[in-house]
């Protein structure tokens, strides 16, 4: 069956699913790390605290009797895009504004230290155990049934959840872009990445606009918690490590600073597991991931998209 | 506004009054971001129970966090405005109170092995005290500690007298400017052989020979040991470490990997069945731990050098993403190799070292003398901790020594050249990617050898002990030692790893108040507890290298 292009069909929808969310994270990484030059690591517990809150939200409308599923949707991606980014804008605040201007590795310290701490929050608050809920949308369409002599047939079927997934990813780079390209906000996010200074002297408030990359930031983490929590079902409080490590891969992979190299960057690295694990071993899907990363960056040194780093004296 | 009154006596300048309005009109603002932060996340509990999962409301909670955000937000201002008085007087009891409620257990058993027994009622009252706290989450609890004493503190240096202005002798000949040396290096210059000097003779003190011939010690014994091997294998790992990141300024998230590599090769030269047959058949006896700790150096050395040449010619945070991508994929590999490493069962039976030949048992195998008897002892298992400790000890210094002694030679001078300008290094001539895969190199070996330690300590290892978070601590040691400061590694390893081991009270607290613990130092003192971070030769001035190397 490994051969059949019904086959690799079904992985390539699974890589995009899976590439989808990846990207959506990894734009979080690439934002902040083109304006202020950090890592901010603690990016991938605020994913995971994304998913905890839609989570909630999702039991708390179950309770409340709301189960028109595209009105419960919508509600979990309101609220969830409304709090996470709380607690983006308070990482940034408490942990890493003061420390502007700092040596970066103190910055870097920092956001390792907030992400154990945010971890252990999480941990101590909503317990250790992993947390399944019922599927929210069922069903799909079938694209491709092929007769398998002396077994049941094989089916590609591309879920409505699938879709939905790859709605949410579209109409949210879009949306995400054009705040980017066309908003006096994305004027002044590219003003700060390029000179933080003299974007303060042209009258940017650049503390709002730092603050507001992590409101973006968290809220895409936080559309991306909630196609995590549909697509897999089950949460706990240390999913946000490896996403989070898989998004920051996708967005060096991509050009780091690069935006829509994060979103190439995702969807490879997704790409990469699904086939990976698909057509080898599931095993070192991750291994995979991090070798062709090295690859790539032998050959480009920063990244598919990013900019040629100019050596000055 | 008595307060602001007898404050303004002191200073010549008229205060502005204090601006409420807007103060609260902060704090509101903060009280609802607290509201935002807390009404799901902590308000809400997830519980999983027969059936699905069940919702369970914590909302004193939600309102508390509130209030204390609002209340929070005024003693910043006050603290902003030199108003510290109310701050201090309102958070300090607050803290005290609640400090020896939360560690009540704890902390009566510390008076009561130091002879102020309080009685068994008591601690039951305190007990219940801390039950009836009126939060369901003790998390918010140790949040909210840590913050009153935060505020205590500032409120506490607000207080303190301004600084005294610099005498004459620390002006310089001409008096123009300062040339009192940082506070860093006053220190350092005495810390140094003072905690070498506590170090070699922590045992002795902790040692029960019959009966606790030193008193303040409270809890000498194993446990007490334990903890000072962990601290110092931690203190190796910072200064091979601080090699890489410190010296030539590589950051590097993925130390863990030459841990790794150094422990397992340690463990299956020592266990593997056919290593165990050959070395039987060639040399008579299984490898044992002193024959195996060079070649678990060089095998580390080897696997930082092979990672290390193709990478390093990438720069900063690209290579910090590589090595943490090495660092997992070391780590899945061992997971899944099954038929080398055990897979996540992990390999066991590695030998303990032996004290030249003779073994730390309690009974020994026919013809092999045990330590115990060799000295005429009684046996305790503590003698081996004890030997461990200065094994550990030993690499350690001698890994200080080698850091100290290569600075002054060529390539640790290129090392901190290179960190320093990389470009104006190759207009020098110094090729950049040597160099800096001697350091990388290095700082591998030396993390192997600690590898190799910590399997003979253990005698079993598993995947499980080289995670991500290893890396994270170790590198978070060397940078808040601030970086390239060795004694500064010393004593962020006494405070993260130490400091969490003696709280043990704390348990599933401690990793929230390590992350916290990592932040807040970071905050207070952003370029490290002992911060300096001269090359160790300069062109001009008088200071010799050797000056510079003392402070370190």
């Excluded at chain 2, 060639?282 to 990672?307: D, K």
């Amino acid at each position: 069956m490994q051969g059949s292009f019904e086959y690799f069909l079904d992985q390539l929808i699974n890589g995009l699913t899976l590439g989808a969310i990846y990207g959506l994270i990894a734009i979080g990484y690439t934002m902040v790390y083109g304006i202020i030059g950090m890592i901010n690591f603690a990016h991938g517990e605020i994913f995971m605290i994304g998913a905890f809150i839609s989570l909630i939200s999702f039991l708390l409308l179950g309770l409340v009797g709301v189960t028109w599923v595209p009105l419960a949707v919508l509600l979990v991606l309101v609220v969830a895009m409304v709090l996470t980014p709380l607690y983006g804008w308070a990482l940034e605040r408490v942990a890493y504004r003061p420390l502007r201007g700092s040596p970066r590795l103190a910055a870097l310290i920092t956001a390792i230290g907030m992400s154990i701490f945010l971890q252990n929050y999480v941990q101590l608050l909503q317990g250790a155990r992993n947390k399944p809920i019922q599927p929210v949308i069922k069903g799909g369409v079938e694209l491709i049934r092929s007769k398998v002599e002396g077994a049941p047939d094989y089916v590609v079927n591309l879920s409505y959840l699938q879709m939905l997934i790859v709605v949410l990813f579209g109409f949210f780079i879009v949306v995400f872009t054009i705040v980017i390209t066309r908003t006096a906000l994305g004027r002044q996010q590219r003003a700060c990445e390029q000179d933080m200074g003299m974007a303060a002297l042209l009258g940017v408030n650049v503390d709002r606009t730092i603050s507001l990359t992590f409101v973006m930031g968290a809220a895409l983490a936080a559309v991306a918690s909630i196609i995590f929590l549909m697509r897999y079902g089950a949460i706990d409080f240390f999913i946000g490590f490896l996403a989070g490590i898989k998004a920051f891969t996708a967005a060096v992979l991509g050009g780091i600073g690069s935006i829509p190299g994060a979103m190439l960057g995702g969807l490879l690295i997704g790409l990469i597991e699904a086939f990976w694990s698909g057509y080898f071993t599931v095993e070192y899907k991750d291994v995979a991931a991090f070798s062709i990363l090295i690859l790539v960056l032998i050959f480009r040194p920063t990244g598919l998209l990013g900019k040629p780093d100019i050596e000055k004296v | 506004m008595a307060l602001a009154a007898s404050t303004s006596m002191q200073a010549p300048v008229e205060r502005r009054p204090f601006d409420w309005p807007n103060a609260l009109k902060e704090a509101g603002a903060v009280a609802f971001v607290m509201l935002g932060l807390t009404v799901l996340m902590v308000g809400i509990e997830v519980r999983d129970v027969p059936g699905g999962l069940a919702l369970i409301g914590r909302y004193d909670d939600v309102a508390f966090a509130s209030l204390f955000g609002f209340m929070g937000r005024i003693a910043i201002a006050l603290l902003r405005e030199q108003r510290p008085k109310p701050v201090v007087l309102i958070c300090t009891p607050i803290a005290l109170i609640l400090l020896f409620i939360l560690l009540s257990q704890d902390t009566l058993a510390f008076l009561a092995g130091i002879g102020l027994d309080f009685g068994s009622d008591f601690a039951k009252t305190m007990q219940a005290v801390k039950l009836a706290l009126p939060f369901k989450s003790l998390v918010v609890m140790w949040i909210v500690l840590i913050l009153i004493v935060g505020f205590a503190i500032g409120g506490l240096r607000g207080m303190a007298p301004p600084r005294a202005a610099p005498t004459a002798a620390d002006r310089s000949a001409d008096g123009t400017h300062v040339v009192r040396k940082p506070l860093a290096q006053r220190i350092s210059i005495f810390l140094a052989p003072a905690l070498i000097l506590f170090a070699v003779a922590m045992p002795v003190l902790a040692m029960p020979f019959g009966q606790r011939w030193f008193p303040f010690l409270p809890t000498v014994d194993l446990q007490v040991m334990d903890i000072a091997v962990l601290v110092v294998t931690y203190v190796m790992l910072g200064w091979g470490l601080n090699i890489v990141v410190g010296l030539a300024g590589l950051l590097d998230l993925g130390y863990v990997a030459f841990y790794a590599v150094g422990a397992y090769s340690f463990a299956l030269l020592a266990t593997h069945p056919e290593v165990v047959a050959w070395s039987q058949a060639v040399f008579g006896s299984s490898f044992g731990f002193w024959i195996c700790l060079p070649f678990a150096g060089l095998m580390a050395a080897t696997a930082g050098v092979l990672l290390g040449f193709p990478v390093l010619r990438l720069r900063g945070d690209y290579l910090a993403i590589v090595t943490l991508g090495f660092g997992e994929m070391v780590r899945i590999i061992l997971l899944n190799w099954y038929s080398l490493t055990k897979g996540p069962d992990g390999l066991g039976g590695i030998p303990r070292p032996s004290f030249f030949g003779y073994p730390f048992t309690a009974s020994p195998p026919e013809g092999v003398t045990s330590f115990h008897d060799l000295f005429g002892l009684e046996f305790e298992s503590i003698h081996r901790v004890i030997f461990l400790y200065y094994i550990i000890l030993v690499m350690a210094l001698v890994t200080n020594l080698f850091t100290l002694r290569i600075r002054k030679l060529p390539v640790g001078r290129a090392w901190e050249a290179l960190r320093e300008d990389e470009i104006a290094c190759r207009s020098l001539g110094i090729n950049p990617t040597n160099t800096k895969l001697t350091a990388f190199g290095i700082g591998a070996m030396f993390g192997g050898f600690a590898g190799a330690f910590f399997a003979t300590r253990q005698s079993f290892i598993s995947p499980e002990s080289f995670t991500f978070i290893e890396s994270a601590v170790i590198l978070a040691i060397v940078v808040l030692g601030g970086m390239g400061s060795q004694v500064g590694v010393v004593l962020a390893a006494i405070l993260l790893i130490g400091m969490p081991e003696i709280f043990r009270d704390l348990q599933q607290y401690r990793m929230l108040a390590f992350g916290a613990a990592m932040v807040l130092i970071m905050l207070w003192r952003p370029s490290g507890l002992l911060a300096h971070r001269e090359p160790t030769i300069k062109l001009f001035g008088r200071r010799s290298a050797r000056g510079a190397e003392e402070a370190a």
